[in-house]
């Protein structure tokens, strides 16, 4: 279960990453270089639904993830400023917090956290 939840964070939050990416150029060519509307309805859209979609997969995975409320807290105020879900994801997955409290047991990925033994 926390292997299925944690790809599904990684995913939407690089996704969301990417939407604020391209709101910025939209807004930068809207704004800036002013060559019309720059492609902002459509990434201000998009954006717009990434960030729900983060906002409700962060709320949805972080039980299985094991997160405490600090956690929790961290990954929702990342959604705010340019391209941090994608900092929160990277400091996440170093630090085992994607990994799901039982990730030797039951096939998390465990990929930066000292193997514990397991007992069979």
Same mark, same amino acid.
Do not use: C, Q
């Given at each position: 279960? =926390? *292997? ?11 996704? /969301?990453?990417? =939407? ?9 060519? +809207?704004?800036?270089? /002013? ?5 902002? #309805? ?10 729900? &979609? ?8 972080? !039980?299985?993830?094991?997160? !405490?409320?600090?956690? &929790?807290? @961290?990954?929702?105020?990342? =959604?705010? #400023? #340019? &391209?941090?879900?994608?900092?929160? /994801? +990277?400091?996440?997955?170093? !630090? ?6 039982? !990730? &030797? ?7 930066? @956290?000292?193997? /514990?033994?397991? *007992?069979?």
């Amino acid at each position: 279960m =926390s *292997n299925k939840a944690a790809v599904l964070f990684r995913v939407v939050a690089v996704a /969301e990453a990417f =939407s604020w990416a391209g709101l910025l150029v939209g807004m930068f060519l +809207k704004y800036v270089v /002013e060559l019309g509307e720059g492609g902002v #309805p459509v990434f201000g859209m998009v954006h717009g639904v990434m960030f729900v &979609l983060y906002l409700a997969v962060t709320l949805a995975v972080f !039980r299985p993830l094991g997160w !405490r409320p600090g956690t &929790l807290f @961290v990954a929702l105020l990342a =959604s705010i #400023p #340019p &391209l941090f879900t994608w900092v929160f /994801e +990277k400091w996440a997955l170093r !630090r085992g917090r994607l990994d799901g409290p039982e !990730r &030797l047991a039951h096939g998390g990925t465990g990929l930066f @956290v000292g193997k /514990e033994p397991v *007992n069979a």
